[in-house]
């Protein structure tokens, strides 16, 4: 099941807002639900918010011995459609 990250959509009015849903709250729903449109607990209007993917960053491109050593099999290209294993 997907997490999904959701926030008041007046974060800034106390009157319509909870302290749950104006600092954002993450909930695990499976995917053909509707989203939610309320606060679970002040009743008040709510939005979907898209998070940041988490991607990791690699300073330099692995080496032929780096990939080797990381479990890889490292092929290169000879001729059209034919590759060698190195």
Do not use: H, W
Request: proline share 9%.
């Amino acid at each position: 099941m997907p997490i999904y990250e959701y926030c008041s959509e007046n974060p800034d009015d106390p009157e319509r807002s909870c302290r749950v849903c104006r600092r954002g709250f993450e909930l695990r729903r499976p995917v053909d639900r509707a989203p939610l449109e309320k606060c679970l607990l002040c009743r008040n209007p709510v939005r979907k918010v898209i998070s940041r993917v988490n991607t990791p960053k690699v300073a330099k491109p692995l080496s032929v011995s780096d990939a080797k050593k990381a479990g890889f099999t490292v092929l290169e290209k000879r001729d059209q459609g034919t590759y060698e294993k190195l």
